[in-house]
Nanobody, 128 residues
């Protein structure tokens, strides 16, 4: 079964930066894209960023464009999320997941139902 593990969360002041990491746990698998999502208390899980395999095309939610950068690691299905200029509204549990639909290699996949391998998430708290 596909399983991913997130790390790198923590408490940071507004305007600060954090780098999240995501790596597979268990057997290797092939994903057409990797994505980051977040879920704040009382809210639905929302799309943050996506990077495709191959060309490495990226997509971002409007709320994080220009502040967050998604990138792939050298190991298969390893992905990072560099977050800068953090705001209090970025506070959430952040999850990574793997897109198993070929469509996601060329287009943005913004729905959670197109992803698998959800981990436990990593908490990001932006507060002074």
């Amino acid at each position: 079964q596909v399983q991913l593990v997130e790390s790198g969360g923590g408490l940071v002041q507004p305007g600060g930066s954090l780098r999240l990491s995501c790596a597979p746990s268990g057997r290797a698998f092939s994903a057409y894209a990797m994505g980051w999502f977040r879920q704040a208390p009382g809210k639905e899980r929302e799309f943050v960023a996506q990077v495709s395999r191959g060309e490495g095309n990226t997509w971002y939610a409007d709320s994080v464009k220009g502040r967050f950068t998604i990138s792939r690691g050298s190991a298969q299905n390893t992905v990072y999320l560099q977050m800068s200029s953090l705001k209090s509204e970025d506070t959430a549990v952040y999850f990574c997941a793997a897109a198993r639909w070929e469509f996601c290699a060329d287009y943005g996949c913004y729905d959670t139902n197109k992803y698998t391998g959800w981990g436990q998430g990593t908490q990001v708290t932006v507060s002074s």
